[in-house]
């Protein structure tokens, strides 16, 4: 092939290729273009060009006329190519769209590739259509229509607000050990049971476990976290009745918290979290005694995240209960020696969200007052 282009670069395109050569790049051909046209430019031969470069000439010619028709960016990079036609027009991309967002046909729970393939099929001239083609365009208008996400929006109003300013003004407090706030919470677990012995890990080898398994029941974990020191309590218990509730209460009133003056406790609107429920469970002067030094604070309806316990509870599944614990012995001995490490290392949760930044992202959906005070406003 006769030499027609000659590559005579300017200091910055020099700079600039040599940047590129030394970072890399996700392209290798375009590094490769780039040492191409460093190689051209310090006037070495294409033969030799293509041994050090390793890339043939025809190559190393398109590069080079590239350059000196184009410049140094139409050189590195490929050219725009058409491909191949759509197969769908765009009101038959409407109409996959509208297909998909649709009910499912009777007898199916969702809608899959191949049956929207199918009908797009049955409702257009098409002979047939790839379910490639199908998730191609799906994937363009990010749409999953095999996927579903439960949520619940829940309604602020006055009543949502007052009690999310409340438990937030309690977490911002200064400690204070003659009246500590106390996050609490329950959360259940299954006790699974191997059918045969796992076995230990060996070097080269990872542990191995049978995918059977015994299920010998669940149980339940009653969490207490301190808000604003570094200390947390489980309690394992068979069920989660309005009984237990009332026992976890007086535990934190004469075991754990014995000196202080008032505990505030935050918790969620549980049936079973329910004053009444001491008075069922223990004569009337001993419930009276307890609730004297609680205060409870409900979070709003639909708002458990406000409960920091939460965040604990998270933790606790991630770090500890991520496996199979086959009886109830072994869950309170293993979470007991959680506790005990976890309370010793001073951990905590970091809790950030404060009044300020809910007035600032929930604004918006904040009631609007029927009366403002012109005097307070002024």
């Excluded at 310090?42 to 025809?58: K, L, W």
């Excluded at 001993?286 to 939460?310: D, G, Q």
């Excluded at 918006?364 to 403002?372: E, Q, V």
Aim: hydrophobic fraction near 40%.
């Amino acid at each position: 092939m006769n030499v027609r282009y000659v590559v005579e670069l300017s200091e910055a395109e020099r700079t600039e290729l040599r940047e590129l050569v030394a970072k890399g790049s996700k392209l290798a051909r375009k590094v490769k273009r780039a040492q191409v046209l460093l190689a051209a430019d310090s006037g070495v031969s294409d033969q030799e060009v293509a041994q050090i470069v390793v890339v043939g000439t025809s190559t190393i010619y398109r590069t080079k006329r590239r350059f000196v028709e184009g410049g140094i960016a139409t050189a590195l990079h490929d050219r725009q190519r058409p491909g191949a036609r759509r197969k769908l027009s765009g009101k038959e991309e409407a109409l996959l769209v509208a297909t998909a967002c649709s009910k499912p046909p009777a007898g199916r729970a969702r809608w899959t590739l191949e049956l929207l393939a199918g009908e797009l099929v049955r409702l257009t001239e098409h002979q047939q259509l790839s379910d490639e083609t199908v998730r191609r365009r799906l994937h363009e208008k990010d749409i999953k229509p095999w996927q579903k996400k439960m949520w619940c929006v829940p309604a602020i109003d006055g009543e949502y607000v007052a009690r999310m300013e409340e438990v937030l003004d309690l977490y911002a407090e200064t400690p204070d050990r003659a009246r500590p706030v106390v996050c609490f919470d329950e959360s259940p677990t299954q006790l699974i049971g191997e059918t045969r012995l796992p076995v230990p890990a060996a070097p080269g080898k990872r542990e191995r476990y049978d995918y059977e398994y015994r299920r010998n029941g669940t149980a339940n974990l009653f969490v207490f976290l301190d808000a604003h020191r570094p200390w947390r309590h489980v309690k394992v218990t068979g069920q989660r009745t309005a009984l237990d509730f009332a026992e976890c209460m007086r535990d934190l009133v004469d075991q754990h918290y014995p000196q202080a003056q008032k505990i505030r406790v935050v918790l969620d609107n549980l049936s079973t979290h329910a004053r009444g429920n001491l008075y069922e469970a223990f004569p009337a002067a001993e419930a009276h005694r307890i609730l004297s030094r609680l205060e409870f604070h409900y979070t709003p309806k639909h708002a458990s995240w406000l409960n920091m316990v939460e965040i604990e509870i998270g933790v606790l599944s991630g770090m500890c209960l991520d496996r199979r614990i086959a009886d109830r012995t072994t869950l309170e001995s293993e979470i007991a020696a959680w506790t005990r490490r976890r309370n010793a290392s001073g951990a905590r949760v970091r809790w950030l969200f404060d009044i300020h930044r809910a007035r600032e992202k929930l604004g918006r959906a904040y009631p609007r007052p029927a009366r403002l005070d012109l005097k307070s406003a002024a």
